[in-house]
């Protein structure tokens, strides 16, 4: 195990808080072992220090992949905020072979918990070959097996992500995110005129890249969980209208299925259905469509407006914001239909639900006495915590992992413009994600194949 640093690990990736825990020994009677007393305090956690040397180039590799391997796989880690890495400024050697022997008391003195060593080569038939091993500098032993990847050189980058999981993994026992994209809206122009166009970027906002669509104004993209697709709206007949986009042609679709206005749209986990809200005589209701036949299905249906619904991951049920009672609250209701059950009952507004991809939390948008705030909660409404404050924060997006969350934050004023911001579900390590415009409803894919 990683020194000192593994449990402070353990014992943040509890739902409810990050933890002090004080320790002290006391005898129970005399010539009795020591017992341990713990306390429970506050939140804390020193991250666990990184070191990641330059990738020692192998026949035919480039210098410039060799070191921005390393740079990727250090910036990933320390978006986590579980990680830092020791500038290599500080390093007492190199490595000068991925098989030489490791030196540990060089890693040590520098007080490296884990040592990264990687290694890219160039293969005859012009792939890239990318090895790489992972120790536990205070154990003197390797995490894991090491693993080799073979890539076209264009694909550097995607290999560096891929690295980053597998480290993340390991030492963290969480679930991979770091080779994955996001689709979002990018935004230009003045606030009064603003164009807005559908964007995909990498996860750490990398490979920036704007899609084809016709000029019209365009919301919340979604990435389907099981295949190269988003499904979006649209208004390019000038009333909202739902739309699929292959992402390998960029080809769009419109549902002919959902007449009048529709909008609002997720997957299902196994990414053959569709849940949208529709507005049919006046009226907006929670509806599900099966892709493959185009039959809808009405679930709810009342006098409220019921919008915004999030399959559950077993998709058996369905959260849904509606002001049936009064106010814009939550509700869950079976995908079989039936009644639907209010869970929140905070005081404020609550918007956007998305449900968590482990299926234990509940994200939303909650407005509150004029703040805006991204919050989770447990899918009974019990345990609700609000992890940021601004005068605009909306529209969580989870991570593959359920471990983080992206939205999108608008400053105030004439000037004001949205950006994309992540954070950790324990409230920690709120990070502005880098895009080459504003940027507004983000939405992570699955990790890629």
Do not use: C
């Not at 072992?33 to 991250?47: E, F, H, S, W, Y």
């Not at 154990?139 to 550097?156: A, H, P």
């Not at 390019?236 to 739902?242: A, D, F, L, N, S």
């Amino acid at each position: 195990m990683v020194r000192h640093s593994v449990l402070k690990l353990l014992i943040i990736f509890s739902f409810t808080s990050i933890l002090f825990i004080n320790f002290s020994f006391v005898a129970a009677q005399k010539n009795d072992a020591p017992q341990l007393d713990m306390t429970v305090n506050r939140g804390v956690i020193k991250p666990i220090s990184l070191a990641v040397p330059s990738f020692i180039k192998e026949s035919g590799a480039n210098s410039i992949i060799s070191r921005e391997l390393a740079k990727v796989i250090s910036n990933n880690l320390d978006s986590t905020g579980l990680f830092k890495s020791i500038p290599q400024s500080a390093y007492v050697s190199m490595p000068l072979s991925f098989n030489t022997p490791v030196q540990f008391s060089d890693w040590s003195i520098i007080n490296a918990d884990v040592l990264v060593m990687g290694s890219v080569g160039l293969k005859p038939d012009g792939r890239l070959e990318v090895k790489f091993r992972l120790w536990d500098v205070s154990q003197q032993k390797e995490i894991g097996k090491g693993k080799q990847y073979f890539t076209n050189s264009e694909s550097w980058r995607r290999i560096s992500h891929k690295i980053s999981d597998t480290i993340y993994t390991r030492v963290t026992g969480e679930g991979a995110y770091f080779d994955s994209r996001v689709v979002f809206v990018s935004e230009t122009g003045p606030k009064d005129n603003r164009t807005k166009r559908l964007a995909i970027m990498d996860q750490d906002g990398a490979n920036f890249r704007l899609l084809k669509h016709p000029p019209s104004l365009v919301i919340a993209p979604r990435f389907s969980p099981t295949s190269n697709k988003i499904i979006f709206t649209g208004y390019e007949t000038g009333k909202p209208r739902v739309y699929l986009m292959d992402l390998s042609s960029e080809e769009i679709t419109s549902l002919p299925e959902l007449k009048g206005m529709s909008f609002a749209p997720r997957f299902s986990a196994n990414g053959k259905q569709i849940v949208l809200s529709m507005t049919e005589n006046g009226n907006t209701d929670i509806f599900i469509n099966t892709l493959s036949t185009g039959v809808k299905r009405r679930l709810t249906t009342n006098n409220a407006i019921d919008t915004a619904p999030s399959f559950s991951p077993d998709g058996k049920s369905i959260v849904f914001e509606s002001d049936r009672g009064g106010g814009q609250q939550l509700y869950i209701i079976s995908t079989q239909g039936g009644d639907a059950k209010r869970i929140s009952f905070g005081k404020g507004r609550y918007a956007t639900p998305v449900w968590s991809p482990r299926g234990d939390l509940i994200a939303f948008t909650k407005i509150k006495e004029g703040k805006f705030h991204i919050g989770v909660m447990r899918v009974d409404g019990t345990k609700e915590r609000l992890l940021t404050t601004s005068f605009l924060d909306e529209g969580p997006a989870w991570a593959p992992n359920g471990r983080v969350l992206m939205f999108f934050r608008e400053t105030p004023g004439r000037a004001g413009a949205p950006s994309i911001y992540s954070i950790d579900i324990s409230g920690r390590n709120l990070r502005k994600i880098k895009t080459s415009s504003f940027a507004s409803d983000p939405n992570w894919s699955p990790i890629l194949n």
